[in-house]
């Protein structure tokens, strides 16, 4: 009879289920996989199993697929409207509970505690019936299904309500552990100015980042990071646009090119025509984060699933053999006895917890795949402009020319960009107080239109800038500087001339900076036996001599931006698995080309938005703390398996040697569910107790009440 009952309740809710489904599938359209949301189901079995029904394409997948989705305010909206239907659900469970104890008293509760039972278990049957309708006929939902009805119709309700109410249980500690990993994601991207200076009529207006929209003017002044996509539409400037284009030299612009955001303005101002505004593009990003985070528990690549399903021909064929002999009891009990069934919670909570750790370490991992990944990794694919050399560069040399000395031309180039904040300004700053000079003091200054500065001191005019700004202020360049000029772009150097009242003094010539970190990581990684591979679009002497003095194994010296990606499939078709590290859009079909990827915090919008892997602190240094955590990622998993598997063996063995019921079968797989829970969030646990913040890392959001 609760056979019977089990069909009409399924059969009746079909409807409202469609109905439900389809409501949820309009307000997420943008979402993959939205149909499988986040719901506990009727046992842990089930739930864990259901966690991962839908996403064997995502886990046998070689080519990593980019979710492209806006913030919506209806997703958002959904997803608090779910996580509400969630804890409806926990109450329903404790209700449906409660009646089937009252049923050992007066019986009638039983009917109502059963159908309560039934109906949290509609969604389990109607995703049976859709694995039936796909020939999936073995599936977790079935084993789900059958363990339900088993204990119905054996009359064990109270372990049938106590099995909804555990799988809700843990549903909502994933969720929990997922919940504040999004936060996490959602604090670490919301970055953006506060304020930007709009031009209206004439006047220039402060104005909240937020408001900017397409077609406004606005204005950007020297060392200032440009805001918006757009167009000049006055003005000229040098920008250091590297996380774009990878190039370590600045870019000259005027009137009417293309500017980015994200990139540095280092001399000069401009009035950009905005194009596309940074409100969009923060949403675009926060959009696409929230999208991996919401699709964690049908992105998370865990071995669970592919143990379960291995299994589970097995655990039927057992219990079907066990029905004629030991009767309907120790068959139910033998479907809990499922081998391996709980790696379907401790593996997704492991990733979600080590995910957690590292953002607080500034490491932000936006697929959950991602630390599967970096076990195979065995090539290191570095980008060397903005990787594994700094923004700032280094003064490499100073030549003084019509009879002025090396240290006049760098104390007035020094004096000059005293209260300039770009990159270019602190090398010259630094290598003169290096040398210890004493600067004069600035009669007046002029950020005139250009690519340079003008400024007075000491009855002298001195112009430090691009050659182009010295030939616009009518200033001729001796034969002599051609010699110069073709040696610095041989190494890849960038200059900077100076002028004193109408003649060329001197130019300073300066080299990128190799990143402090860069030796010592690249030793570690050549310790844990990685091959090292450098591309380079800087030309081959430099290249050469930089990966000789670093061990690097290989490089690629001139290689175009869209030659990277050749490269990484060139490495990958000869066998290697491939991490990238890189910092810019010069780098994102690399990064999609290779099977994993970094990017640094520095990185443009379209770069982090690929990236699997990002580093917030900009360096390098992460890299040997991501490849730590993932062996201890590894020890846990391990561990999680054997909590996964031991107490399945033993309670099959009890039920043949020991008469072990369905409760003592239950018992010890929420035991071994319990003890994997424990191990997975260990770490969280003794992180907070180690954790010292430091200025890298993110702020702490509160999650140590995950269970």
């Given at each position: 009879?609760?056979?019977?009952?089990?069909?009409?309740?399924?059969?009746?809710?079909?409807?409202?289920?469609?109905?439900?489904?389809?409501?949820?599938?309009?307000?997420?359209?943008?979402?993959?996989?939205?149909?499988?949301?986040?719901?506990?189901?009727?046992?842990?079995?089930?739930?864990?199993?259901?966690?991962?029904?839908?996403?064997?394409?995502?886990?046998?997948?070689?080519?990593?697929?980019?979710?492209?989705?806006?913030?919506?305010?209806?997703?958002?909206?959904?997803?608090?409207?779910?996580?509400?239907?969630?804890?409806?659900?926990?109450?329903?469970?404790?209700?449906?509970?409660?009646?089937?104890?009252?049923?050992?008293?007066?019986?009638?509760?039983?009917?109502?505690?059963?159908?309560?039972?039934?109906?949290?278990?509609?969604?389990?049957?109607?995703?049976?019936?859709?694995?039936?309708?796909?020939?999936?006929?073995?599936?977790?939902?079935?084993?789900?299904?059958?363990?339900?009805?088993?204990?119905?119709?054996?009359?064990?309700?109270?372990?049938?309500?106590?099995?909804?109410?555990?799988?809700?249980?843990?549903?909502?500690?994933?969720?929990?552990?997922?919940?504040?990993?999004?936060?996490?994601?959602?604090?670490?991207?919301?970055?953006?100015?506060?304020?930007?200076?709009?031009?209206?009529?004439?006047?220039?207006?402060?104005?909240?980042?937020?408001?900017?929209?397409?077609?406004?003017?606005?204005?950007?002044?020297?060392?200032?990071?440009?805001?918006?996509?757009?167009?000049?539409?006055?003005?000229?400037?040098?920008?250091?646009?590297?996380?774009?284009?990878?190039?370590?030299?600045?870019?000259?612009?005027?009137?009417?090119?293309?500017?980015?955001?994200?990139?540095?303005?280092?001399?000069?101002?401009?009035?950009?025509?905005?194009?596309?505004?940074?409100?969009?593009?923060?949403?675009?990003?926060?959009?696409?984060?929230?999208?991996?985070?919401?699709?964690?528990?049908?992105?998370?690549?865990?071995?669970?699933?592919?143990?379960?399903?291995?299994?589970?021909?097995?655990?039927?064929?057992?219990?079907?053999?066990?029905?004629?002999?030991?009767?309907?009891?120790?068959?139910?009990?033998?479907?809990?006895?499922?081998?391996?069934?709980?790696?379907?919670?401790?593996?997704?909570?492991?990733?979600?917890?080590?995910?957690?750790?590292?953002?607080?370490?500034?490491?932000?991992?936006?697929?959950?795949?991602?630390?599967?990944?970096?076990?195979?990794?065995?090539?290191?694919?570095?980008?060397?402009?903005?990787?594994?050399?700094?923004?700032?560069?280094?003064?490499?040399?100073?030549?003084?020319?019509?009879?002025?000395?090396?240290?006049?031309?760098?104390?007035?180039?020094?004096?000059?960009?005293?209260?300039?904040?770009?990159?270019?300004?602190?090398?010259?700053?630094?290598?003169?107080?290096?040398?210890?000079?004493?600067?004069?003091?600035?009669?007046?200054?002029?950020?005139?239109?250009?690519?340079?500065?003008?400024?007075?001191?000491?009855?002298?005019?001195?112009?430090?800038?691009?050659?182009?700004?010295?030939?616009?202020?009518?200033?001729?360049?001796?034969?002599?500087?051609?010699?110069?000029?073709?040696?610095?772009?041989?190494?890849?150097?960038?200059l900077v001339y100076v002028s004193i009242d109408r003649q060329l003094a001197g130019i300073v010539e300066l080299m990128p900076t190799v990143r402090p970190e860069?030796?010592?990581?690249?030793?570690?990684?050549?310790?844990?036996?990685?091959?090292?591979?450098?591309?380079?679009?800087?030309?081959?002497?430099?290249?050469?001599?930089?990966?000789?003095?670093?061990?690097?194994?290989?490089?690629?010296?001139?290689?175009?931006?869209?030659?990277?990606?050749?490269?990484?499939?060139?490495?990958?078709?000869?066998?290697?698995?491939?991490?990238?590290?890189?910092?810019?859009?010069?780098?994102?079909?690399?990064?999609?080309?290779?099977?994993?990827?970094?990017?640094?915090?520095?990185a443009s919008t379209v770069a982090t938005d690929t990236a699997q892997i990002i580093f917030m602190d900009g360096t390098l240094k992460q890299l040997e703390p991501?490849?730590?955590?993932?062996?201890?990622?590894?020890?846990?998993?391990?561990?999680?398996?054997?909590?996964?598997?031991?107490?399945?063996?033993?309670?099959?063995?009890?039920?043949?040697?020991?008469?072990?019921?369905?409760?003592?079968?239950?018992?010890?797989?929420?035991?071994?569910?319990?003890?994997?829970?424990?191990?997975?969030?260990?770490?969280?646990?003794?992180?907070?107790?180690?954790?010292?913040?430091?200025?890298?890392?993110?702020?702490?959001?509160?999650?140590?009440?995950?269970?």
């Amino acid at each position: 009879m609760l056979a019977e009952i089990a069909l009409l309740a399924g059969a009746g809710c079909y409807l409202h289920k469609r109905r439900r489904t389809k409501n949820l599938a309009q307000a997420l359209t943008p979402m993959p996989a939205a149909e499988n949301s986040n719901e506990p189901a009727t046992s842990v079995l089930s739930g864990a199993r259901r966690l991962l029904r839908d996403i064997k394409s995502a886990m046998t997948a070689d080519a990593r697929q980019q979710l492209q989705v806006d913030i919506d305010p209806r997703v958002l909206e959904t997803l608090a409207e779910e996580r509400g239907k969630a804890s409806q659900r926990m109450k329903l469970a404790m209700g449906a509970m409660g009646l089937a104890l009252l049923g050992g008293i007066y019986p009638v509760f039983s009917l109502f505690g059963a159908l309560g039972v039934l109906y949290l278990s509609r969604r389990m049957f109607m995703r049976a019936l859709k694995d039936f309708k796909l020939r999936h006929y073995l599936s977790n939902n079935l084993l789900g299904l059958l363990m339900t009805l088993g204990m119905l119709a054996t009359g064990q309700l109270v372990l049938a309500a106590f099995s909804a109410v555990m799988g809700s249980f843990f549903a909502k500690i994933i969720d929990r552990v997922e919940d504040n990993t999004q936060k996490q994601l959602i604090v670490t991207f919301v970055e953006h100015p506060e304020y930007v200076w709009v031009l209206k009529d004439g006047v220039e207006i402060q104005t909240q980042f937020n408001a900017v929209q397409v077609d406004d003017i606005v204005v950007v002044n020297a060392g200032e990071v440009i805001p918006v996509d757009g167009t000049i539409r006055s003005g000229m400037a040098s920008i250091d646009q590297h996380i774009l284009t990878g190039e370590s030299r600045p870019v000259e612009k005027s009137v009417g090119d293309k500017v980015f955001a994200s990139t540095l303005l280092l001399s000069g101002r401009i009035h950009i025509l905005v194009t596309t505004t940074g409100q969009a593009t923060a949403a675009a990003k926060i959009g696409k984060v929230l999208s991996y985070t919401q699709s964690y528990k049908d992105t998370l690549i865990t071995r669970g699933r592919e143990i379960s399903d291995r299994f589970i021909p097995f655990t039927l064929g057992v219990s079907a053999l066990t029905l004629p002999v030991l009767g309907a009891g120790a068959a139910t009990a033998v479907l809990w006895s499922s081998t391996g069934s709980t790696m379907g919670i401790t593996g997704p909570v492991s990733v979600l917890v080590y995910s957690q750790i590292l953002a607080r370490q500034g490491i932000l991992i936006k697929d959950g795949r991602a630390l599967e990944s970096l076990r195979q990794v065995n090539t290191i694919v570095f980008d060397k402009t903005g990787t594994l050399t700094q923004e700032q560069p280094t003064v490499a040399k100073i030549h003084g020319l019509e009879g002025y000395s090396e240290n006049t031309v760098l104390r007035y180039a020094a004096a000059a960009e005293y209260r300039q904040p770009h990159p270019i300004a602190r090398a010259i700053r630094a290598k003169a107080e290096e040398r210890q000079l004493e600067l004069p003091e600035l009669d007046e200054a002029s950020y005139q239109v250009g690519y340079g500065i003008k400024v007075t001191m000491e009855n002298r005019v001195i112009r430090v800038g691009s050659s182009r700004y010295l030939r616009h202020e009518g200033i001729k360049l001796p034969r002599s500087v051609r010699s110069i000029q073709q040696k610095a772009d041989s190494n890849s150097h960038s200059l900077v001339y100076v002028s004193i009242d109408r003649q060329l003094a001197g130019i300073v010539e300066l080299m990128p900076t190799v990143r402090p970190e860069a030796e010592s990581i690249i030793g570690y990684l050549r310790q844990r036996g990685f091959k090292l591979v450098m591309i380079s679009g800087d030309h081959e002497e430099p290249t050469r001599r930089m990966a000789e003095t670093f061990g690097i194994d290989r490089y690629f010296a001139e290689t175009l931006p869209e030659n990277k990606a050749a490269l990484v499939r060139q490495l990958r078709e000869q066998g290697d698995f491939v991490c990238f590290v890189g910092d810019g859009i010069n780098d994102a079909m690399a990064m999609k080309t290779a099977q994993l990827s970094v990017s640094l915090k520095g990185a443009s919008t379209v770069a982090t938005d690929t990236a699997q892997i990002i580093f917030m602190d900009g360096t390098l240094k992460q890299l040997e703390p991501l490849f730590r955590y993932m062996d201890e990622f590894e020890g846990t998993m391990k561990k999680n398996l054997i909590t996964s598997i031991v107490p399945g063996v033993v309670s099959i063995s009890g039920i043949f040697l020991l008469h072990f019921g369905v409760a003592a079968a239950m018992g010890l797989t929420y035991l071994g569910c319990f003890v994997g829970l424990g191990n997975s969030l260990l770490p969280l646990i003794r992180y907070q107790q180690n954790d010292k913040p430091t200025g890298g890392q993110l702020q702490k959001t509160g999650i140590g009440n995950v269970a």
